[in-house]
């Protein structure tokens, strides 16, 4: 399948994609707070209710997977990859190998993964991926961003970004500022868009094909430890002036990340990016992980007979989102 022929597939009106490529030490900790035990099977049977929930892919044009379930199958047999391939689903694949501290620059992250890179995406592509996933994140402080990591980080996803379109994979370039702080929203505006000034600037010094990569930002929102709740309207306001100021016309997708929102939270300001658009030239969706997973993991608890009440409530969320990639969520629908 051709580049664009992808992008295509995961921009459908009204969908939106699934972030399930938690890594081992990020799923168990979810896994701890709703008392499921770590294991390789709790792992496989978790996935597969997600990807194997029905109608799904009414909502849902992609799923980003960790490796190991590119090789894991459903209770019936098959493999997750196919599962969702049956249903025009995009299969994705987390690429990058997670964050390290930045020497010399602590407490600053780089995230790694460059190495071998080219091998792994032609195996992945023959495994059925058609899209993958690397994420860089930034914290705010007082002394933090740095502009070296900014740099380190943009260079590293334009690298990354070219050998997927090399493999035949679009890349998803998912810069995050994360919400840890007490910061205001305008300071998260600010990070966020010298982040995203930074990332295009490396992009097009790398010739990464605009047109056949898709973006997962934050939204610009203050810090969790804050107390400051704007309400949607402003958040999405904030949010489509840094990406105007700093994302080409030439990308065809923003694909946001919840990042630690409530999932009613990250639905409505999706809602509201997507009522106030005004004239983006870009898609507006999700790609979230916690804000469609959160509380249908709570319902399952690793229980088999919570399977199906586990995965109505993951259609209902997937639903809610897809809505509000259109404009036209409404917080009654939570209830319905
Ligand atoms: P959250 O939606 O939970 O932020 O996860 C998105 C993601 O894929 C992080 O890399």
Redesign the pocket.
Known sequence: MSLDSTIENLLRKGHGLL?A?ESLTTLHKRFAANGIEPTTENRRAWRDLLVSTPGISQFISGV?LYEETLEQRTQEGELIPQTLAHSGIEVGIKVDHGTKSFAGHAPELLTEGLDGLRERLVHFHDLGATFA?W?AVYSITKSTPTQVTLIENARTLARYALSCQEAGLVPIV?P?VLMDGDHDQATCAIVSEAVLHSVFEALTFYKVKLETLLLKPNMVLPGQDSKLHPDPGTTAQETLSILRRSVPAAVPGICF????QSETGATANLDALNRINGNAPWALSF?????LQNSAMHIWSGKPEKRIEAQTQFSHRAQLNSLAAQGLYDVHMEAT
């Open positions: 972030a490529d980003i996933k994420r998912e995050e990340l919840s990042g630690g790609s979230f992980a916690r804000a």
